[in-house]
């Protein structure tokens, strides 16, 4: 379907009887007929009666039907023309659902507030307007949501209506699992608005969702439900390595190890300082002391790998894997990490970010296998293809973490549907085409996982971005830097 990039301004019709005044070459490219239409922003109609007129970019509302629409002026936005149900629409209008935000305008979301910066952003320069929201700020009665939208640098909150779909970033499993989360999905299902990224995602469910897909099982380590002492011994009786993970954890936190020794077992965690090892004579003592340190939280146990790395210290590989603007599962970065402990290798525990080239190069595999990028990047995409078979809900991204044994073999470590958007874990793109550390005050083009996103969220608010636009972008970007 065809789409024209247009600004709309608000201004009293010279005529009374004319509530929307289109440039006439969008009339002409879109064919559209002068004469009464509907119109819609977000999920709010009106009837309104349509001329064209010789400007070639900007398009004039009545304020009175700008107010109904909640449409906001000033800003850049797509246009189509649905000729099957005479209907005008604007758009895309994004929302981004959040847990919390405050008050302060050039940094509302604290760590999160350059990625959402980066959204509003590109989603203006492309046409189009991102709004951040909480739950208790939609209105069902009026179909609108009271959120922030960013204008000239600062976030000012303003009243919309429902947008075309929404991209949950709710940054707490606490506050996903409350009811009103469930709700909202319930309602915008059927309103039939897109809403995806529904949920943390937890390990065991995972786990045992790709275990019933054949071509899955190969790269999934042996994992069981840690619920009994017996559980325990099963595992350390089958391998030298084993690690006890919480079903519901991210980011390396409440990760432990255990290694069979002629000591007996050895318990490892992951500390500030590096780690902090425990030595038990018994599989029954380490069963207690590992009951104790869990709290009666939900833990599963997993097969130890021998992954390459350095020092003894693990390397592992973070695969962002998103839907693009066809609605297809594809990689938008990859970045290798070299763990600070011989535990785990997240950044958020003292790890460090390294080029996957290089960490192939310098680190393995050593035991006559061989491992690609591009290997890695491709079992990465099957895998986020086979998940989404496999469980319910919609995504659209996916971190997934991908370890590579000293023998080459790849495996899948763990898959995260809210993958880290902060200044200090979001990569930018480096020389090789991967992402490496981020570089805030030097940086040029946006971040592959923010444009894809857009894409992503365009093609589901009836937008696509066209196949060309792309090409565009960059010539128009080629002759910006000629004139300077």
């Given at each position: 379907?065809?789409?024209?990039?247009?600004?709309?301004?608000?201004?009293?019709?010279?005529?009374?009887?004319?509530d929307?005044?289109?440039?006439?070459?969008?009339?002409?490219?879109?064919?559209?007929?002068?004469?009464?239409?509907?119109?819609?922003?977000?999920?709010?109609?009106?009837t309104?009666?349509?001329?064209?007129?010789?400007?070639?970019?900007?398009?004039?509302i009545?304020?009175?039907?700008?107010?109904?629409?909640?449409i906001?002026?000033?800003?850049?936005?797509?246009?189509?023309?649905?000729?099957?149900?005479?209907?005008?629409v604007?758009?895309p209008?994004?929302?981004?659902?959040?847990?919390?935000?405050?008050?302060?305008?050039?940094?509302?979301?604290?760590?999160f507030?350059?990625?959402?910066?980066?959204?509003?952003?590109?989603?203006r320069?492309?046409?189009?307007?991102?709004?951040?929201?909480?739950?208790?700020?939609?209105?069902?009665?009026t179909?609108?949501?009271?959120?922030?939208?960013?204008?000239?640098?600062?976030w000012?909150?303003?009243?919309?209506?429902?947008?075309?779909?929404?991209?949950?970033?709710?940054g707490?499993r606490?506050?996903?699992?409350?009811?009103e989360?469930?709700?909202l999905?319930?309602?915008?299902?059927e309103?039939?608005?897109?809403?995806?990224?529904?949920?943390?995602?937890?390990?065991?469910?995972?786990?045992?969702?790709?275990?019933?897909v054949?071509?899955?099982?190969?790269?999934?380590?042996?994992?069981?439900?840690?619920?009994?002492?017996?559980?325990?011994?099963?595992?350390?009786?089958?391998?030298p390595s084993?690690?006890?993970?919480?079903?519901?954890?991210?980011?390396?936190?409440?990760?432990?190890?255990?290694?069979?020794?002629?000591?007996?077992?050895?318990?490892?965690?992951?500390?500030?300082?590096?780690?902090?090892?425990?030595?038990?004579?018994?599989?029954?003592?380490?069963?207690?002391?590992?009951?104790?340190?869990?709290?009666?939280?939900?833990?599963?146990?997993?097969?130890?790998?021998?992954?390459?790395?350095?020092?003894?210290?693990?390397?592992?590989?973070?695969?962002?894997?998103?839907?693009?603007?066809?609605?297809?599962w594809?990689?938008?970065?990859?970045?290798?990490?070299?763990?600070q402990?011989?535990?785990v290798?997240?950044?958020?525990?003292?790890?460090?970010?390294?080029?996957?080239?290089?960490?192939?190069?310098?680190?393995?595999?050593?035991?006559?296998?061989?491992?690609?990028?591009?290997?890695?990047?491709?079992?990465?995409?099957?895998?986020a293809?086979?998940?989404?078979?496999?469980?319910?809900?919609?995504?659209?991204?996916f971190?997934?973490?991908?370890?590579v044994?000293?023998r080459?073999?790849?495996?899948?470590?763990?898959?995260?549907?809210?993958?880290?958007?902060?200044?200090?874990?979001?990569?930018?793109?480096?020389?090789?085409?991967?992402?490496?550390?981020?570089?805030?005050?030097?940086?040029?083009?946006?971040?592959?996982s923010?444009?894809r996103?857009?894409?992503?969220a365009?093609?589901?608010?009836?937008?696509?971005?066209?196949?060309?636009?792309?090409?565009?972008?960059?010539?128009?970007?080629?002759?910006?830097?000629?004139?300077?």
């Amino acid at each position: 379907m065809l789409q024209v990039r247009t600004t709309v301004r608000a201004l009293e019709p010279t005529s009374a009887e004319t509530d929307l005044y289109l440039p006439k070459s969008v009339c002409r490219k879109l064919k559209i007929p002068l004469t009464a239409l509907t119109i819609q922003f977000g999920s709010i109609q009106a009837t309104g009666q349509v001329k064209e007129f010789e400007r070639s970019s900007t398009t004039v509302i009545r304020p009175s039907l700008a107010r109904t629409l909640r449409i906001p002026t000033g800003i850049p936005l797509q246009l189509r023309y649905e000729a099957n149900l005479r209907r005008l629409v604007f758009g895309p209008l994004i929302g981004i659902l959040i847990s919390r935000f405050s008050q302060n305008a050039r940094n509302p979301y604290g760590t999160f507030t350059p990625f959402l910066n980066e959204i509003a952003d590109i989603c203006r320069q492309r046409g189009g307007v991102a709004v951040a929201f909480r739950m208790q700020d939609v209105n069902w009665e009026t179909e609108t949501v009271r959120g922030l939208i960013r204008r000239n640098g600062l976030w000012h909150t303003a009243t919309l209506p429902l947008p075309q779909c929404i991209y949950n970033r709710i940054g707490n499993r606490k506050s996903e699992k409350a009811e009103e989360l469930e709700t909202l999905i319930t309602r915008c299902k059927e309103r039939q608005i897109p809403f995806f990224n529904e949920h943390f995602l937890n390990k065991w469910h995972v786990h045992r969702a790709l275990q019933a897909v054949p071509e899955a099982t190969p790269y999934l380590p042996k994992t069981v439900r840690y619920h009994a002492h017996q559980d325990l011994v099963e595992m350390v009786g089958s391998f030298p390595s084993v690690y006890a993970k919480p079903t519901n954890g991210s980011m390396g936190k409440g990760i432990y190890q255990i290694r069979t020794s002629s000591a007996g077992y050895k318990l490892t965690r992951p500390t500030p300082e590096g780690t902090a090892t425990q030595t038990f004579r018994d599989v029954m003592s380490l069963h207690r002391a590992l009951q104790k340190q869990t709290k009666g939280k939900a833990y599963l146990l997993q097969q130890g790998l021998s992954l390459i790395g350095r020092n003894g210290k693990p390397t592992d590989f973070r695969v962002l894997v998103q839907k693009d603007r066809r609605g297809k599962w594809s990689v938008s970065s990859l970045v290798a990490r070299l763990g600070q402990n011989k535990v785990v290798s997240n950044i958020a525990r003292g790890g460090s970010m390294i080029s996957p080239r290089q960490a192939l190069l310098i680190c393995g595999p050593r035991l006559g296998g061989s491992t690609s990028v591009e290997e890695i990047k491709q079992v990465a995409q099957r895998l986020a293809t086979m998940l989404e078979d496999s469980i319910q809900g919609h995504y659209a991204e996916f971190g997934v973490d991908l370890g590579v044994d000293t023998r080459g073999r790849i495996w899948l470590l763990e898959v995260n549907s809210k993958p880290s958007k902060s200044t200090s874990s979001v990569q930018q793109p480096d020389v090789d085409g991967e992402e490496g550390e981020p570089q805030p005050s030097l940086r040029r083009k946006p971040r592959p996982s923010v444009v894809r996103m857009l894409d992503y969220a365009a093609y589901l608010s009836g937008f696509p971005l066209p196949s060309n636009e792309k090409k565009k972008v960059k010539v128009a970007k080629k002759r910006k830097r000629k004139r300077r």
